[in-house]
């Protein structure tokens, strides 16, 4: 005898209970038997949370359970996942690739922004994004900072408008559809 593989599913909606292998089709109150034609070595994934399996025209399906309102929240805390990502990405200033840090940039800028106005030589090592090292003058130092800002000025709003067009969707599909952009 053929042992094969069944989606046990509810016969009214379709929802996939469990797998199952036996050689007949198994018998349930309120359910339907399909065969899973070839075999699956696992239970299918998920392509995110809220989704429930369903068993249509002869292979698996997802329906989406969410509500709006789920589905923007969870876009949203997606998108600050990627913004927080990205504030820990690079930038290039002065010829130079260095890492974003939002403590020892604005320090550093201000040091030497303080020592330029009162005629005060400056220069500072600087660690770059690899692991190179550099000694930047004050003028370098201030552009460094600068491009900083602007930097993580750009993510910040990047982040805010994708905020925006996720609250403006009105349906799951325009939700998913909201990404990062690439670049």
Not at 66 to 85: F, M, N, P, V
Not at 116 to 129: F, G, I
Request: glycine share 6%.
């Amino acid at each position: 005898m053929t042992v094969k593989q069944w989606a046990i599913c509810d016969a009214s909606t379709g929802e996939v209970w469990r797998l199952e292998m036996c050689a007949t089709a198994p018998q349930a109150a309120g359910a339907v038997a399909h065969e899973v034609n070839p075999p699956r070595e696992a239970w299918p994934q998920a392509p995110g949370p809220g989704r429930t399996l369903l068993w249509q025209a002869g292979t698996f399906a997802w329906r989406d359970d969410r509500t709006l309102q789920q589905a923007q929240a969870g876009r949203w805390e997606e998108i600050k996942a990627e913004r927080d990502q990205h504030m820990a990405g690079t930038f290039t200033a002065v010829g130079y690739v260095f890492q974003i840090d939002l403590v020892m940039i604005p320090g550093s800028a201000l040091s030497a922004k303080v020592a330029l106005d009162s005629n005060t030589p400056w220069s500072k090592q600087w660690t770059l994004a690899n692991d190179t090292r550099v000694t930047l003058t004050a003028e370098q130092m201030i552009e460094v900072g600068q491009a900083m800002d602007a930097t993580v000025d750009a993510i910040w709003n990047t982040s805010q408008d994708l905020r925006d067009a996720i609250y403006a969707a009105d349906d799951l599909e325009t939700v998913d559809a909201v990404t990062w952009p690439m670049g």
